[in-house]
């Protein structure tokens, strides 16, 4: 069955020239999370002109989501999920196409630089390219086809806001059988990966604010310092995963952002700090809130601040679990059509440091999924850094300002993987 799909692939596959110059204009125009109208209009416009007839194209789902829905007889509903919003990040990787947009953070009224850092213009570009390929090559399956664009994944928001905004009801999205989605990564281009059981950790991200009583720097006996307990308190949050988590439970606590002040010779009345947290159980996630939680308001009170610390959360994310039977038929599909070997398909890729909420689409009506992972970096470039042992300094990770991924064959992997996840469930008989 899986060399009959990829044979499919292959007769199907679109013309990735057009793919190719989309993605450049994709890169170039990124869009901050829950502001990305622009790339919806574009993406409904692609799919409006490419879709046959009977593709019915549902927009404005939980703020710039859509959907394209397209009934192809008897059969299950497979749903192919690609997120759309950029970050707010300067890109400072040269490319001709590189990005210059600023926008105007419509949360906060301040102007920012807009870059596309986490690859998710290569997520759109593949699964339209997906999308022409499961149109074209319609005869050879069966079933519905449900193509979703998912905004401000960045903000973990978007998932949710889609299924409480009716997704499945009043916006009459077919509930999935199976939903599949996608992250390309900085992996050697060209390799593609999955993972039964976590794939990606739970995130939750919290605004501190710590009170003091601000007075003159060179009166500090008359203070309560927030910065020295900020301070104190960082320090102290280091030890909840270095003393206090198993090794062998991984777990991180970043303290990102610190804000206090606006002179040197004033002792401020508050500091903020911006924390995030990554866990792999959700016995641990609990904790690990717990005991932040606890360390902030010990320090508070150690430094007697005239009220306790304010918390806000400001993000969170879900684990994201595999599930295994979806997972081992990917598995089958996948070992076929790329081959297992060094630089093509791994079925026990690494468990993602990052976080996702795609997983929401899923467990919002109780349905198995799947999540894998497709490298980005250019073959020669990876194989020189990698002899070196010096990924994690010369590979650029997600996010950085310096994320660029190798259009071909990323291009090309992430939409083979996209089309060959849809037939494995669609694929007739």
Not at 367 to 379: A, D, N, V
């Given at each position: 069955?899986a ?33 990305e ?114 905004p401000?994944?960045?903000?973990g ?35 593609v ?86 866990s ?15 360390v ?77 992972m497709y ?55």
């Amino acid at each position: 069955m899986a060399s009959k799909l990829s044979q499919i692939v292959a007769q199907h596959r679109p013309d990735l020239g057009p793919l190719q110059e989309l993605y450049k204009y994709l890169h170039q125009n990124p869009e901050l999370s829950n502001q990305e109208s622009e790339t919806a209009a574009l993406i409904a416009e692609k799919l409006r002109t490419t879709g046959p007839e009977d593709l019915v194209v549902k927009t404005d789902i939980g703020g710039h989501g859509l959907a394209a829905v397209l009934p192809n007889g008897d059969g299950p509903t497979v749903l192919l999920r690609a997120d759309i919003d950029a970050l707010p990040v300067e890109e400072r990787t040269g490319l001709p196409y590189a990005s210059t947009k600023r926008m105007v953070h419509a949360a906060t009224g301040l102007e920012k630089p807009v870059m596309h850092a986490c690859g998710h213009d290569m997520h759109i570009t593949c699964l339209l390219g997906a999308a022409a390929a499961l149109f074209s090559s319609r005869a050879t399956w069966a079933g519905t086809l449900v193509l979703l664009f998912q905004p401000a994944e960045e903000r973990g928001t978007g998932a949710q806001a889609m299924v409480d905004d009716g997704l499945y009801t009043r916006h009459g999205v077919p509930v999935p059988d199976v939903v599949l989605g996608a992250h390309v990564m900085p992996f050697r281009a060209g390799a593609v990966g999955t993972g039964r059981g976590v794939v990606a950790t739970s995130a939750d991200s919290l605004e501190v604010t710590i009170h003091g009583r601000g007075s003159h720097a060179s009166m500090p006996h008359t203070a309560v310092d927030p910065v020295v307990v900020a301070a104190s308190t960082i320090m102290k949050l280091q030890t909840l995963v270095s003393r206090e988590t198993d090794p062998a439970d991984a777990s991180v606590v970043t303290v990102a952002t610190v804000q206090a002040g606006d002179a040197e010779n004033v002792i401020a009345d508050e500091a903020v700090l911006g924390i995030d947290t990554r866990s792999t159980t959700a016995a641990t996630r609990e904790r690990m809130m717990r005991r932040i939680k606890a360390v902030v308001e010990a320090e508070c009170a150690c430094a007697e601040a005239p009220r306790g610390p304010e918390f806000r959360t400001t993000r969170s994310f879900p684990l994201t679990v595999n599930d295994e039977e979806t997972t081992r038929r990917i598995e089958e599909t996948f070992s076929v059509h790329f081959g297992e070997g060094r630089g093509e398909y791994d079925r026990n890729m690494p468990r993602l440091g990052g976080s996702e909420d795609f997983s929401i689409l899923a467990t919002a009506v109780d349905r198995p999924y799947c999540f894998f992972m497709y490298g980005s970096i250019e073959e020669s470039r990876w194989d020189r850094i990698e002899a070196q042992g010096t990924i994690a300094k010369d590979i650029p990770a997600n996010h950085s300002p310096m994320f660029a991924p190798a259009i071909m064959p990323t291009l090309q992997t992430g939409l083979d993987g996209y089309v060959l996840g849809a037939l494995t469930f669609l694929g007739k008989k």
